[in-house]
């Protein structure tokens, strides 16, 4: 079953330590992955794609599919990065249809 | 560019009334989708259409209608409201598999 697990709600840093949100995926061919944010008051949007290998607003994420993670790390947090994370993974054949992990807040704190 | 819009943005309905989420899109993409998120559940897949004229369901489509009008336009119906449809509604739509825009969402009350 095709299935993405992001096992922490809530997690709470202060400014200007690592990050990291965790995200665990079950799928049985080659997944897409993605990392959705959702900042206060805004719609969802696309923050970074695991084929694009890029680094967005400092964050970057590595698919280990030994491992089967798609963690977002960030070196630095900073205040607006606070915001709700979600991870979510996309498989062949599936017309583009997105799954995704119930969400992790990031509360970035002064 | 308005992006993916919907109407309306707050609805309060009650028990067992009928109401049509709204749903439109100016970037030409061939998929739309409708999504409902609760508080932790995440976005649930409600139903999808791959392109115009062709509907599918998601993981949570009972209780939902949908109908695809043209490329542009994609809206959720609700026959009979319950209270377990409490919830925000977000539209989205995609050009591929890469990227979904969602729309700002509906949040529905329904006591």
């Known amino acids: 079953a095709q299935r993405v697990t992001q096992p922490e709600k809530l997690l709470s840093v202060f400014k200007g330590a690592p990050v990291e949100l965790k995200c665990n995926y079950s799928?049985?061919?080659?997944?897409?992955l993605f990392w959705y944010v959702q900042y206060s008051r805004q719609r969802l949007q696309l923050l970074l794609r695991?084929?694009s290998r890029e680094s967005i607003k400092g964050f970057t994420a590595d698919l280990n599919k030994g491992e089967t993670s798609f963690h977002l790390k960030k070196p630095f947090a900073q205040e607006e990065d606070s915001a709700m994370y979600y991870c979510?993974?996309?498989?062949?054949?599936?017309?583009?249809?997105?799954?995704f992990g119930k969400g992790t807040k990031l509360s970035v704190k002064p | 560019n308005a992006g993916v819009t919907q109407t309306p943005k707050f609805q309060v309905l009650k028990t067992g009334q009928s109401m049509t989420l709204q749903c439109a899109q100016d970037?030409?993409?061939?998929?739309m989708y409708w999504y409902r998120q609760d508080p932790g559940m995440g976005l649930r897949l409600i139903y999808y259409?791959?392109?115009?004229?062709?509907?599918d369901k998601g993981e949570v489509p009972n209780g939902y209608n949908v109908s695809r009008l043209n490329k542009r336009e994609f809206s959720l119906r609700l026959e009979s409201a319950a209270p377990s449809q409490t919830s925000v509604y977000f539209c989205?739509?995609?050009?591929?598999?890469?990227?979904?825009?969602f729309g700002p969402g509906t949040r529905l009350t329904v006591t």
């Open positions: 259409s791959a392109s115009e004229g062709t509907t």
């Open positions: 979510a993974l996309s498989g062949s054949g599936s017309q583009g249809n997105l799954i």
């Open positions: 989205a739509s995609s050009a591929n598999a890469y990227e979904q825009y």
């Open positions: 970037m030409n993409h061939n998929s």
């Open positions: 799928y049985s061919g080659s997944p897409e």
């Open positions: 695991h084929i």
